[in-house]
């Protein structure tokens, strides 16, 4: 995985070297170091180091007044951060509709320090988003036994539900879902059976809920398009791919969050887009006004160990404003040994 990547350029009497810092798989970090030997005759040696890495929890937070994206790369966050904090709320928040211009953001994450320098995000271990139509905080939490992972709120409950609020990340909703819609390539009244997601061609959606596939091909209005049966009598359906995922066939199950294709304006589009449409007992539904039941939360068993688990993190969220971020941060690091 190339990410992350810091150069480094080193010249002295006998070398010349550059050294680049990656991650591995597992988010581990090393170095590759290449030095030309100048009295070994102009040999190039190359070494790699497993680096001692050091893990620092650091506070972030900003004001959200374009979109979270940009709200957590002006605080420094890169695309992997973006993406691990979309993710804690995909089943709670839709970033485009529920997103105003003043709502704020909080998080504590891992940052990985090798040779005293900044090598990349580890994960994110609690995150707060405070806004005028939605506010909620997630905590990671990870019992001794292993036997319980995932993200809960402060109560214990699961922050994922049977379905995902959105097919795509981070994408706009273009046109809802309409009974009485101008078709404006039809240039006729019909029904709009379901929500359109404007995305550039090529990017992944994914499967909002766990499924087997019920038709998976090409049709003359729906271009390349999937269809997903799912638990308690709900389908969804995905029009207009580029192209399906490999392995997405007829009888194929798939899981939530799987990506089963990629935008594209196949068959009856005028642009790039998703149409994600959800039917439920056999009749269209607007996916958007569903609501989903949610998912298992932390067993009693394990509640009083996820309470002492959050107890610091929920602390520093509480007392945290964005000017005194960064003192919290600082005593955050020694207050805490997860
Ligand atoms: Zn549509």
């Known amino acids: 995985m190339q990410r ?4 480094q350029e080193n010249e002295s009497m006998t070398t010349r070297a550059i050294e680049l810092y990656s991650k591995d798989e597992n988010g581990l970090a ?3 170091k290449a030095s030309l030997a100048k009295d070994m005759g102009g040999e190039v040696k190359i070494s790699v180091n ?4 050091y893990r620092e929890h650091a506070l972030i937070n900003g004001v959200v007044s374009n979109s979270i994206s940009s709200a957590i790369v002006e605080q420094g966050g890169d695309a992997q951060l973006v993406n691990s904090f979309a993710d804690i709320f995909a089943w709670q928040i839709d970033f485009f509709r529920d997103t105003r211009e003043g709502d704020s953001y909080q998080m504590i994450v891992e940052k990985n320090i ?3 320098r900044f090598v990349g995000y580890g994960r994110v271990l609690a995150a707060e988003y405070s806004g005028e139509r939605k506010s909620l905080r997630g905590f990671y939490f990870e019992s001794v036994d292993g036997k319980v992972a995932g993200f809960f709120d402060h109560e214990g409950r699961s922050l994922k539900n049977a379905f995902l609020k959105a097919p795509l990340k981070l994408a706009s909703i273009t046109s809802g879902f309409n009974k009485h819609r101008f078709h404006p390539v039809q240039k006729r009244i019909k029904p709009h059976n379901g929500v359109d997601y404007g995305a550039n061609r090529g990017t ?6 766990n499924g087997v596939v019920t038709n998976a091909g090409f049709s003359r209005f729906n271009g390349n398009w999937v269809r997903l049966k799912h638990m308690n009598g709900y389908e969804t359906e995905y029009l207009h791919a580029t192209k399906l995922a490999p392995g997405i066939h ?3 199950r798939v899981n939530q969050g799987q990506v089963i294709g990629y935008v594209g304006k196949t068959g009856l589009a005028t642009g790039y887009h998703l149409h994600f449409g959800m039917k439920l007992a056999g009749n269209y539904v607007d996916p958007v006004k569903q609501n989903f039941a949610r998912s298992e939360g932390v067993p009693a068993k ?3 160990e996820f309470s002492s688990n959050i107890a610091a993190m929920v602390i520093a969220l509480n ?3 964005p000017n005194r971020a960064t003192v919290v941060a600082q005593k955050f690091n020694h207050q805490v040994n997860l």
């Open 250 to 252: 007829v009888g194929a």
């Open 30 to 32: 090393y170095s590759v």
């Open 4 to 7: 992350g990547l810091l150069g």
């Open 319 to 321: 007392r945290q404003s």
């Open 204 to 209: 992944p959606f994914m499967a909002v809920a």
């Open 302 to 304: 394990y509640l009083r």
């Open 114 to 116: 090798a040779d005293g």
């Open 50 to 53: 497993k680096t001692q890495v």
